[in-house]
C-alpha cells in the first residue's frame, strides 16, 4: 500500500494521500505542481490503476486518506471501472475517512455513492470563470444522497468567490504557492470564512495563506 505521509508543511488537512489511479491530468491547470513531474519522467505521465494499492490493506489506526492528490481520478478521460473499483477500496475500510477532490463534480453522478458515509466529496472553486459553477454542479451530481459529505476546496484562491455555500459542510482555503505567485489578499478568505461561519460550514485554512489566525477545523 502506498500512502504518502502528509502533515505540516504539506497537505495539513489529511494525514496521507493515495493515489492508485495516476498519470497525467488533462485539466493543464497553470498552477499545477505535477506538470513539470509528468514532462520530466514521461513513463510516470501514462494513465494506469495500479493493482497492487488496490489489493493491500490499509493501516489499522483510523486515519483521513485523501484519495487522488496527484491527478483528477474523476476526469472525463479515466475509465469508469477504474473509479468504481476506487470505490469498491474505500467502502471495504469505513473505519477511515476518505477525502476525494475533483474539478469535473458531475463525475460523482456517473457512481453509486450510497452509504459511503466515510467519504467526503469535493471539488475545486478556485475564484476564475473554469471552476465558478463547481459547487451547484457538485450539489446537483450527488443530490441523490441525504446527509452526504460535500466540501469545496478554494486552493489556489485566485480571486474572490462570493458563495453562498449551499450544501456545504466544510471549507479548506490556500494560496498558490508557486515561486512568484501574487500574494492573495487577506479579505478573499475572510468574505468566505465569514459566510461558512454564518451557514455553520467548518473551515480550514492552509498555512500557505499567511491568514493571520490559525484556522483548522475539520467537521465530526
Ligand atoms: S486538476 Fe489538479 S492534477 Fe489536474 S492539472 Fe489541475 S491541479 Fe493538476
Same mark, same amino acid.
Given at each position: 500500500?502506498?500512502?504518502?505521509?502528509?502533515?505540516?508543511?504539506?497537505?495539513?488537512?489529511?494525514?496521507?494521500?493515495?493515489?492508485?489511479?495516476?498519470?497525467?491530468?488533462?485539466?493543464?491547470?497553470? /498552477?499545477?505542481?505535477?506538470q513539470?513531474?509528468?514532462?520530466? /519522467?514521461p513513463?510516470?505521465?501514462? =494513465?494506469?490503476?495500479?493493482?497492487?494499492? =488496490?489489493?493491500?490493506?490499509?493501516?489499522?489506526?483510523?486515519?483521513?486518506?485523501?484519495?487522488?492528490?496527484?491527478?483528477? #481520478?474523476?476526469?472525463?478521460?479515466?475509465?469508469?471501472?477504474?473509479?468504481?473499483?476506487?470505490l469498491?477500496?474505500?467502502?471495504?475500510?469505513?473505519?477511515?475517512?476518505?477525502?476525494? =477532490?475533483t474539478?469535473?463534480?458531475?463525475?460523482? &453522478?456517473?457512481?453509486?455513492? #450510497?452509504?459511503?458515509? @466515510?467519504?467526503?466529496?469535493?471539488?475545486?472553486?478556485?475564484?476564475t470563470?473554469?471552476? &465558478?459553477?463547481?459547487?451547484?454542479?457538485?450539489?446537483? &451530481?450527488?443530490?441523490? /444522497?441525504?446527509?452526504? @459529505?460535500?466540501?469545496?476546496?478554494?486552493?489556489?484562491l485566485?480571486?474572490?468567490?462570493?458563495?453562498?455555500?449551499?450544501?456545504?459542510?466544510?471549507?479548506?482555503?490556500?494560496?498558490?504557492?508557486?515561486?512568484? &505567485?501574487?500574494?492573495?489578499?487577506?479579505?478573499?478568505a475572510?468574505?468566505?470564512?465569514?459566510?461558512?461561519?454564518?451557514?455553520?460550514?467548518?473551515v480550514?485554512?492552509?498555512?500557505?495563506?499567511? /491568514?493571520?489566525?490559525?484556522?483548522?477545523?475539520?467537521?465530526?
Amino acid at each position: 500500500m502506498k500512502l504518502n505521509k502528509q502533515g505540516p508543511g504539506k497537505i495539513d488537512y489529511c494525514d496521507f494521500t493515495y493515489n492508485p489511479i495516476s498519470g497525467r491530468c488533462q485539466h493543464n491547470c497553470p /498552477y499545477c505542481y505535477m506538470q513539470g513531474f509528468w514532462k520530466r /519522467y514521461p513513463a510516470m505521465a501514462e =494513465l494506469q490503476i495500479k493493482e497492487k494499492h =488496490l489489493q493491500s490493506n490499509f493501516p489499522k489506526k483510523p486515519a483521513v486518506i485523501f484519495t487522488g492528490s496527484s491527478t483528477d #481520478m474523476f476526469g472525463d478521460w479515466v475509465p469508469d471501472e477504474w473509479i468504481q473499483r476506487v470505490l469498491d477500496k474505500v467502502r471495504e475500510n469505513p473505519r477511515h475517512t476518505f477525502l476525494f =477532490l475533483t474539478k469535473n463534480p458531475e463525475r460523482y &453522478a456517473d457512481f453509486s455513492l #450510497m452509504g459511503l458515509n @466515510n467519504c467526503w466529496f469535493g471539488t475545486t472553486v478556485d475564484g476564475t470563470e473554469r471552476t &465558478a459553477d463547481n459547487r451547484h454542479k457538485l450539489v446537483w &451530481a450527488t443530490s441523490a /444522497y441525504c446527509g452526504i @459529505n460535500r466540501f469545496l476546496s478554494f486552493e489556489p484562491l485566485l480571486g474572490p468567490v462570493e458563495s453562498d455555500l449551499f450544501g456545504i459542510k466544510w471549507i479548506i482555503i490556500g494560496a498558490n504557492s508557486n515561486r512568484g &505567485a501574487k500574494k492573495t489578499p487577506m479579505e478573499w478568505a475572510y468574505t468566505l470564512f465569514k459566510t461558512a461561519k454564518n451557514k455553520g460550514a467548518k473551515v480550514w485554512v492552509k498555512d500557505n495563506y499567511g /491568514y493571520p489566525e490559525r484556522i483548522k477545523e475539520f467537521p465530526k
